[in-house]
């Protein structure tokens, strides 16, 4: 098995990259035909802590999900190790860190960069497309946390386009469903599954995965 290494990296604190790692590794394994794995690059270990109160939620069996933790270009190994057993690899990277972020860029296949749809953020993520072309590895924005101001979340769209960063079409509104459902080892899918937070996972995921196998999902 030659698995996926998505690794979600933004070099902009508070972009929601833990909630983001964690529910995405958490669709992942609902829909992939492998299983899957979570990568802990952040030296905070948030990941880590969501990950441990989600075994003795559900028990260490019963996670769907393995986890690993990593730093500095061991998280490259690691990354590389996992996917030969693994259908997706997913990493959570700390911010403001090229050190730490970059051998996790440089293994991955895709980079998802999440963005808060404003201009601060948009600035601070040209460093985060800049070190994943350093590295060749393709990246793609995700809009996240996004307001229910549309007015400005056009603006940012038309911003991307003149910046030419790809982005995904689908996009997770500022919901505190994400924030509570982490607090206790899970996902908005897993505690409100027919709620707006999972239809839009769903939709994510849905456009994620076809990026690399089209025709089984």
Known sequence: MAGHILTVAQQKGGSGKTTLAAHI???L????????AVLDVDPQGSL?????????????DQTGLAFRTASGWGSRREAKSLARSHEFVVID??????VEAKPAIDAADLVIVPI?????DLWATGQTIQLAEREDTEAVLLFNRVPPRAALTQEMTEAIAKSG????EARLGNRTAFASSMGTGRTVMEIAPSGK?????????????QRFQPDNF
């Open 116 to 120: 808060q749809p404003t201009p601060v």
């Open 29 to 36: 394994s609902k829909v992939a035909e492998g299983p899957v």
């Open 197 to 209: 937070a999972s239809k839009e996972v769903a939709a994510f995921i849905s456009e994620l995965v």
């Open 165 to 168: 960063f790809e982005i995904f």
């Open 48 to 60: 880590g802590t969501w990950f441990e109160a989600r075994e003795e939620l559900l028990g260490e």
């Open 25 to 27: 590794a958490v669709a």
């Open 93 to 98: 990277t700390p911010p403001k860190t090229d």
